[in-house]
């Protein structure tokens, strides 16, 4: 990135910083906001997320807890139906399967089955996706897998405006909110209002507006389709990116009206192509915007194999923004 | 009920008041194997029988401000915890007047009132929202107790020896009540643990422990007070061990191939309600008329149930995704 | 009395097998006794009484399996002349579903539409704005045969242009069908007809050796007939001369089998019911003809009817297999068209066409006398295999004689 001239009333920085400034943010501000989770504390953060944070706030509200995802993700359920806020996080979306029963057997049932008596306002955050060559135990992304479960919502944030904003909505609704932190966005480095707060939690956004052709996407692969998006107007082709931002519920209204615009639409996923998050939003459009569409539709998800270890092979298994290119073009019937 | 010393105060009034508890639970459960049989309860259902001491004895120590976590076989706690009859009924019959507003059944008995958390399917499943319950009244400062009920079963899921680790190292005012009933549905415990001897693994997690003859709902008592006591007092868990007996089968449908009927006769002779009834009678506490009029009493209040179950209401298809989400996020959360 | 039932013991039990009565009539049961033994799919489980009183008697045997609900056995419970039922184990009533919410705005039934009838061009509703809606089907087809979309109506969803709006433009299968579950063969495909009918037609002038008679008949009969009878009727019941020509070579066809049946296998099977093939045209160059079945022993109004829905359904698409595979004779007539004599080429594997002209007014000598008389030219294409002239010119004299006697056919 070049370096710029600051302007006034922004600021320049990460997404991780960004991240930790809305953990902050929300425990200075409401005393029922805790964070828990492996090595938060002392380690600092997996991600050096919570780095500093314990010698700011002390081990009750920055909590180390042991290797239990299922133990510490229920204890976070029961704070939560006790009136707590807690924001628990789970290393990965890897490690987050122990907690899985937690999330869909409790947290996500809880207060439809007790006839809305108990509710569980709760955050869970979780890293995601791959491109740092962990190989397959360590690469997933998963955000469809959770967006496909009713009673809780999903989010990924993609810029530094929703890593520092979402965090404080979803610790003020009233039902479990899960947000996901792509791996490779810790360290993107960009500006951001110095007075930056928090933002929406149901919306997509149109990052880029373009009449040819949208390009759905959400979390990491936002950057690049954005990518993908500067090599096509090259070639004459104006793509219009949505970046979905919550993925459960999905905004319909703004996919809708992208793809009305430009008639065609490519989706692109990090999960792995076949019952992906793809296909829900391809569906959708299919079922609500048929007579717009003047190309079938196209996604662009990870290859049905383990995300595997070396660099060529990793590359070539998760979206990248040349296959984003082909996508679109061949949408447009070009080649 | 206020929290007393340890010593249960055997007054004449008390044993009659836990006679009553017993035998209310053991009837009730009688009538739901019964309107079961007719289908007018469905799904699954999992009766309490001989196992009456435990809720019976623990639950009336614990205050209304405490908090009680339990499993899918807890028509028992809830109604001893004071959860009317009518409204656990209609949770059993789907009805919207219902607990659970219907959409629970039997396994799935909540109540915010009596801070009853539920019911819950799945083995282990409650021990971790105990933990955060507990960790709540922690944050805060509190002095609640989070009594937590599992059964032998539980001890093998990983979810066990989690919560109890979080609950020493934390220092949570949890009181782990286990049901050792010998069976984990149809596994013996002997089948499925190294180490049988459920009391000794709190050991391992620097928990108090106590082991208690589930039976003997005196006894129960005792220990629950010493219990309760010690989590109220110390801020730190508890981990009573009662040794009891299933006399049902784990479920309705379930024709109990891994025990014998031998076994069941031998434990039924010391099952709790006899057992108390006999002593009580013995040592001349109850008169002749009591147990008669506390099962008139008791049958009056089932039959009261039944009728409200039957007359209750469905609740309307239309709102079936009601409360999948909060209502006052206003997002249709679909 | 009160009824010990067979119980349901769990979700997925359906029935039960009684293996053994721990009681007999008789002995008195209470409440919570385990009475009977029933055999399910999980093993054997002991069923216990819930009431409290005197086996009566037992109303199944030991062995039976019984679905959960049938009564076992009956129970004189204590204290009651009139003993209380089990409760009825009767279901609870499905919740009356409330008024479902719409979603507004999507329609979800299409609206419904006219099949139009015979009329060849169905003059559009709306023809397609710009932005309409067409289905990429439709696009497709507009594009492949050069149809102009703003002159489509839509009959799809929110009166979006499918695919068989186009073809309905094209004059091609009729309306598209309001009710899609209706069972009907395969939309007709008018690429794949012609090749059919090449197909046949060159097969047939190969294999079949064609000899053709051709006859001269006076129908004045028929037509005063015709008026007076159809004088009395509305004119969607009226009689055409089409019918009395079918008719007649219907009946004809039974008395010279040699007409009527099928060559297969180098010989000839005659049939012993008459079917008449109805060749029909179809907008757009097809051609087809489907059989009435048993057309010989319809009545004439029983004829018309069906002949009128065998075409109406024809061009629409919708004929049966059967009554494509089924005529044991063809008739085909061009009279409307104006052409005075047709020879048609024999459908295989049957053995004869009857071609029928136009009717014309002709010099006539009657009686001696020169008068106009109306007359068509009756033509026979037999196969040679299986009739020589003499038989073709007698069965032709018999459709001629018949047609002199319409109130007989």
Same mark, same amino acid.
């Given at each position: 990135m070049?370096q710029e001239?600051?302007?006034?009333?922004?600021?320049?920085?990460?997404?991780?910083?960004a991240?930790?400034?809305?953990i902050?943010?929300?425990?200075?501000?409401?005393?029922?906001v805790?964070?828990?989770?492996?090595?938060?504390?002392?380690?600092g953060?997996?991600?050096?997320?919570?780095?500093?944070?314990?010698?700011e706030?002390?081990?009750?509200?920055?909590?180390?807890?042991?290797?239990?995802?299922s133990?510490?993700?229920?204890?976070?359920?029961?704070?939560?139906m006790?009136?707590?806020?807690?924001?628990?996080?789970?290393?990965?979306v890897?490690?987050?399967l122990?907690?899985?029963?937690?999330?869909m057997?409790?947290?996500?049932?809880?207060?439809?089955?007790?006839?809305?008596?108990?509710?569980?306002?709760?955050?869970?955050?979780?890293?995601?996706g791959?491109?740092?060559?962990?190989?397959?135990?360590?690469s997933?992304?998963?955000?469809?897998?959770y967006a496909?479960? +009713?009673?809780?919502?999903?989010?990924a944030?993609?810029?530094?405006?929703?890593?520092?904003? #979402?965090?404080?909505?979803?610790l003020?609704?009233?039902?479990?909110?899960?947000?996901?932190?792509?791996?490779?966005?810790?360290?993107?480095?960009?500006?951001?209002?110095?007075?930056?707060?928090?933002?929406d939690?149901?919306?997509?956004?149109v990052r880029?507006?373009?009449?040819?052709?949208s390009?759905?996407?959400?979390?990491?692969?936002?950057?690049?389709?954005?990518?993908a @998006?500067t090599?096509?107007?090259?070639e004459?082709?104006?793509?219009?990116?949505?970046?979905?931002?919550?993925?459960?519920?999905?905004?319909?209204?703004?996919?809708?009206?992208?793809?009305?615009?430009?008639?065609?639409?490519?989706?692109?996923?990090?999960?792995?192509?076949?019952?992906?998050?793809?296909?829900?939003?391809g569906?959708?459009?299919?079922?609500? *915007?048929?007579?717009?569409?003047?190309?079938p539709l196209?996604?662009?998800?990870?290859?049905?194999?383990?995300?595997?270890?070396?660099?060529?092979?990793?590359?070539?298994a998760?979206?990248?923004?040349?296959?984003?290119?082909?996508?679109?073009k061949?949408?447009?019937?070009?080649? | 009920?206020?929290?007393?010393?340890?010593?249960?105060?055997?007054?004449?009034?008390h #044993?009659l008041?836990?006679?009553?508890k017993?035998?209310r639970?053991?009837?009730?459960?009688?009538?739901?194997a019964?309107?079961?049989?007719?289908?007018?309860?469905?799904?699954?259902?999992?009766?309490?029988?001989?196992?009456?001491?435990?809720?019976?004895?623990?639950?009336?120590?614990?205050?209304q401000?405490?908090?009680?976590?339990?499993t899918?076989?807890?028509?028992?706690?809830?109604?001893?915890?004071?959860v009317?009859?009518?409204?656990?009924?209609?949770?059993?019959?789907?009805?919207?007047e219902?607990?659970?507003?219907?959409?629970?059944?039997?396994?799935?008995?909540?109540?915010?009132d009596?801070?009853?958390?539920g019911?819950?399917?799945i083995?282990?499943?409650?021990?971790?929202m @105990?933990?955060?319950?507990?960790l709540?009244?922690?944050?805060?400062?509190?002095?609640?107790?989070?009594?937590?009920?599992?059964?032998?079963?539980a001890?093998?899921?990983?979810?066990?020896?989690?919560?109890?680790?979080?609950?020493?190292?934390?220092?949570?005012?949890?009181?782990?009540?286990c049901?050792?009933?010998?069976?984990?549905?149809?596994?013996?415990?002997?089948?499925?643990e190294?180490?049988?001897?459920?009391?000794?693994?709190?050991?391992?997690?620097?928990?108090?422990a106590?082991?208690?003859?589930?039976?003997?709902?005196?006894?129960?008592?005792?220990? *629950?007070?010493r219990?309760?006591? @010690?989590?109220?007092?110390s801020r730190?868990?508890y981990?009573?061990?009662?040794?009891?007996?299933r006399?049902?089968a784990?479920?309705?449908?379930?024709?109990q191939?891994?025990?014998?009927?031998?076994?069941?006769?031998?434990?039924?002779?010391?099952?709790?309600?006899?057992?108390?009834?006999?002593w009580?009678?013995?040592?001349?506490?109850?008169?002749?008329?009591?147990v008669?009029?506390?099962?008139a009493?008791?049958?009056?209040?089932?039959?009261?149930?039944v009728?409200?179950?039957?007359?209750?209401?469905?609740?309307?298809?239309?709102?079936?995704?009601?409360?999948?989400?909060?209502?006052?996020?206003?997002?249709?959360?679909? | 009395?009160?009824e010990?039932?067979?119980?349901?013991l769990?979700?997925?039990?359906?029935?039960?097998?009684?293996?053994?009565?721990?009681?007999? +009539?008789?002995?008195?049961?209470?409440?919570?006794?385990?009475?009977?033994?029933?055999?399910?799919?999980?093993?054997?489980i002991?069923?216990?009484?819930?009431?409290?009183?005197q086996?009566?008697?037992?109303?199944?045997?030991?062995?039976t399996?019984?679905?959960?609900?049938t009564?076992l056995a009956?129970?004189?419970?204590?204290?009651?002349?009139?003993?209380?039922?089990?409760?009825?184990?009767?279901?609870?009533?499905? +919740?009356?579903?409330?008024?479902?919410?719409?979603?507004?705005a999507?329609? @979800?039934? +299409?609206?419904?539409?006219?099949?139009?009838?015979?009329?060849?061009?169905?003059?559009?509703?709306?023809?397609?704005?710009?932005?309409?809606r067409v289905?990429? *089907?439709?696009?497709?087809?507009?594009?492949?045969?050069?149809i102009?979309?703003?002159t489509?109506?839509?009959?799809?969803?929110?009166?979006?242009?499918?695919?068989?709006?186009?073809?309905?433009?094209?004059?091609?299968?009729?309306?598209p069908?309001?009710?899609?579950?209706?069972?009907?063969?395969?939309?007709?495909?008018?690429?794949? #007809?012609?090749?059919?009918?090449?197909a046949?037609?060159?097969?047939?002038?190969?294999?079949?050796?064609?000899?053709?008679?051709?006859?001269?008949?006076d129908?004045?009969?028929?037509?005063?007939?015709?008026?007076?009878?159809?004088?009395a009727?509305p004119?969607?019941?009226?009689?055409?001369?089409?019918?009395?020509?079918?008719?007649?070579?219907?009946?004809?066809?039974?008395?010279?089998?040699?007409?009527?049946?099928?060559?297969?296998?180098?010989?000839?099977?005659?049939?012993?019911?008459?079917?008449?093939?109805?060749a029909?045209?179809?907008?757009?160059?097809?051609?087809?003809?489907?059989?009435?079945h048993?057309?010989?022993?319809?009545?004439?109004?029983?004829? #018309?009817?069906?002949?009128?829905?065998?075409?109406?359904?024809?061009?629409?698409?919708?004929?049966?297999?059967?009554?494509?595979?089924?005529?044991?004779?063809?008739?085909?007539s061009?009279?409307?068209?104006?052409?005075e004599?047709?020879?048609?080429?024999?459908?295989?594997?049957?053995?004869?066409?009857?071609?029928f002209?136009k009717?014309?007014?002709?010099?006539?000598?009657?009686?001696? *006398?020169?008068?106009?008389?109306?007359?068509?030219?009756?033509?026979?294409?037999?196969?040679?295999?299986?009739?020589?002239?003499?038989?073709?010119?007698?069965?032709l004299?018999?459709i001629?004689?018949?047609?002199?006697?319409?109130?007989?056919?």
């Amino acid at each position: 990135m070049q370096q710029e001239t600051v302007r006034a009333g922004t600021i320049e920085t990460t997404y991780r910083e960004a991240v930790k400034q809305a953990i902050r943010d929300a425990i200075k501000r409401d005393e029922r906001v805790f964070l828990m989770g492996e090595d938060v504390g002392r380690y600092g953060g997996c991600y050096a997320v919570s780095k500093g944070l314990l010698a700011e706030f002390g081990p009750e509200r920055i909590r180390d807890t042991p290797l239990s995802e299922s133990g510490f993700t229920g204890a976070g359920i029961g704070a939560a139906m006790a009136g707590m806020r807690p924001i628990v996080e789970v290393m990965t979306v890897n490690f987050s399967l122990l907690a899985l029963d937690q999330i869909m057997n409790t947290a996500a049932t809880v207060r439809h089955m007790s006839g809305n008596q108990f509710g569980v306002p709760l955050v869970i955050r979780m890293a995601t996706g791959a491109g740092k060559q962990l190989a397959a135990q360590h690469s997933h992304s998963l955000e469809g897998w959770y967006a496909h479960i +009713p009673g809780i919502k999903v989010l990924a944030p993609a810029t530094l405006e929703d890593a520092r904003g #979402m965090l404080w909505t979803a610790l003020q609704d009233p039902d479990p909110v899960l947000i996901f932190e792509n791996v490779m966005l810790y360290n993107m480095s960009g500006k951001l209002a110095a007075d930056a707060g928090a933002v929406d939690i149901d919306k997509a956004a149109v990052r880029r507006p373009g009449s040819d052709i949208s390009l759905v996407t959400y979390g990491g692969s936002l950057w690049k389709t954005l990518e993908a @998006a500067t090599a096509l107007a090259v070639e004459g082709i104006e793509a219009e990116v949505v970046d979905l931002r919550s993925l459960r519920p999905l905004d319909d209204a703004t996919i809708m009206a992208s793809v009305a615009k430009t008639r065609r639409a490519v989706i692109v996923d990090e999960g792995w192509r076949s019952g992906s998050l793809a296909a829900e939003v391809g569906m959708r459009i299919v079922e609500q *915007a048929f007579w717009s569409l003047d190309a079938p539709l196209g996604r662009v998800c990870s290859e049905e194999v383990p995300i595997p270890y070396p660099a060529h092979l990793e590359n070539a298994a998760i979206p990248q923004a040349d296959k984003v290119v082909a996508a679109a073009k061949a949408a447009l019937g070009r080649k | 009920m206020t929290a007393r010393a340890d010593k249960p105060h055997l007054s004449r009034e008390h #044993m009659l008041d836990i006679l009553k508890k017993m035998i209310r639970i053991r009837r009730f459960e009688d009538k739901c194997a019964e309107l079961y049989t007719q289908e007018k309860i469905r799904g699954f259902l999992h009766l309490y029988d001989g196992e009456e001491a435990v809720a019976a004895g623990v639950i009336p120590v614990l205050d209304q401000r405490d908090h009680i976590v339990a499993t899918y076989r807890e028509h028992g706690h809830a109604l001893v915890r004071g959860v009317p009859m009518t409204k656990v009924m209609a949770e059993m019959y789907g009805k919207q007047e219902g607990c659970s507003h219907g959409r629970g059944g039997s396994m799935h008995l909540f109540d915010r009132d009596y801070n009853f958390h539920g019911g819950n399917a799945i083995v282990g499943g409650g021990l971790p929202m @105990a933990v955060g319950l507990a960790l709540a009244d922690h944050m805060r400062g509190g002095d609640h107790v989070i009594a937590c009920f599992f059964g032998e079963g539980a001890v093998a899921e990983g979810e066990f020896h989690e919560s109890m680790n979080l609950a020493a190292l934390w220092g949570l005012p949890v009181l782990f009540v286990c049901e050792n009933n010998l069976y984990a549905m149809g596994t013996a415990l002997a089948l499925s643990e190294s180490e049988t001897d459920i009391e000794h693994k709190a050991a391992c997690y620097k928990i108090d422990a106590e082991a208690v003859d589930g039976m003997d709902v005196v006894a129960v008592e005792a220990a *629950a007070r010493r219990a309760v006591h @010690a989590v109220r007092g110390s801020r730190k868990p508890y981990f009573l061990e009662c040794r009891t007996y299933r006399l049902r089968a784990h479920s309705m449908f379930d024709a109990q191939l891994y025990r014998e009927k031998s076994e069941i006769e031998a434990w039924r002779h010391r099952e709790p309600i006899v057992r108390f009834q006999t002593w009580l009678q013995a040592n001349h506490i109850i008169h002749p008329d009591d147990v008669p009029r506390i099962e008139a009493d008791v049958d009056a209040e089932i039959a009261d149930a039944v009728a409200f179950a039957e007359a209750g209401t469905w609740e309307p298809v239309g709102e079936l995704t009601r409360f999948t989400y909060a209502e006052s996020a206003g997002l249709a959360g679909q | 009395m009160a009824e010990f039932r067979m119980p349901s013991l769990g979700a997925d039990m359906e029935a039960g097998t009684l293996v053994q009565w721990l009681v007999k +009539p008789g002995d008195r049961v209470k409440h919570g006794d385990i009475i009977a033994v029933v055999e399910t799919q999980k093993g054997a489980i002991e069923i216990e009484s819930f009431q409290t009183g005197q086996i009566e008697k037992f109303l199944v045997d030991v062995g039976t399996k019984v679905p959960v609900g049938t009564p076992l056995a009956e129970i004189r419970t204590e204290g009651e002349t009139k003993p209380a039922a089990a409760p009825a184990a009767a279901l609870p009533k499905a +919740p009356a579903a409330p008024k479902p919410k719409v979603p507004p705005a999507s329609a @979800a039934a +299409p609206s419904p539409v006219q099949a139009p009838v015979r009329a060849p061009a169905t003059p559009p509703a709306a023809p397609a704005a710009p932005g309409a809606r067409v289905s990429p *089907a439709a696009r497709r087809l507009a594009e492949q045969r050069g149809i102009d979309l703003s002159t489509v109506s839509g009959t799809g969803p929110q009166g979006a242009i499918t695919y068989a709006d186009v073809e309905a433009r094209l004059g091609v299968a009729g309306a598209p069908a309001a009710a899609p579950e209706r069972k009907r063969a395969p939309a007709l495909n008018l690429d794949a #007809m012609r090749t059919a009918i090449a197909a046949a037609m060159a097969r047939s002038k190969r294999e079949i050796p064609h000899y053709y008679l051709e006859h001269q008949v006076d129908v004045t009969a028929c037509e005063q007939w015709l008026a007076q009878k159809n004088a009395a009727l509305p004119p969607d019941a009226r009689l055409l001369i089409g019918v009395l020509a079918l008719k007649a070579v219907a009946l004809a066809a039974r008395r010279y089998p040699a007409f009527n049946g099928f060559y297969r296998d180098n010989k000839f099977e005659p049939s012993q019911a008459v079917h008449t093939g109805v060749a029909i045209a179809i907008r757009g160059g097809g051609l087809t003809a489907p059989a009435l079945h048993d057309a010989d022993k319809l009545t004439l109004d029983d004829l #018309m009817g069906r002949m009128r829905d065998l075409i109406q359904r024809t061009r629409a698409g919708r004929i049966r297999s059967s009554e494509i595979a089924d005529p044991t004779i063809t008739v085909s007539s061009l009279g409307e068209r104006g052409v005075e004599a047709l020879y048609g080429i024999i459908y295989p594997p049957q053995v004869a066409i009857i071609g029928f002209g136009k009717v014309v007014v002709r010099p006539w000598i009657v009686d001696g *006398a020169i008068g106009p008389r109306s007359v068509v030219t009756i033509t026979l294409s037999a196969d040679h295999r299986v009739s020589d002239g003499h038989a073709g010119a007698l069965f032709l004299a018999e459709i001629g004689r018949l047609l002199q006697e319409p109130d007989k056919l």
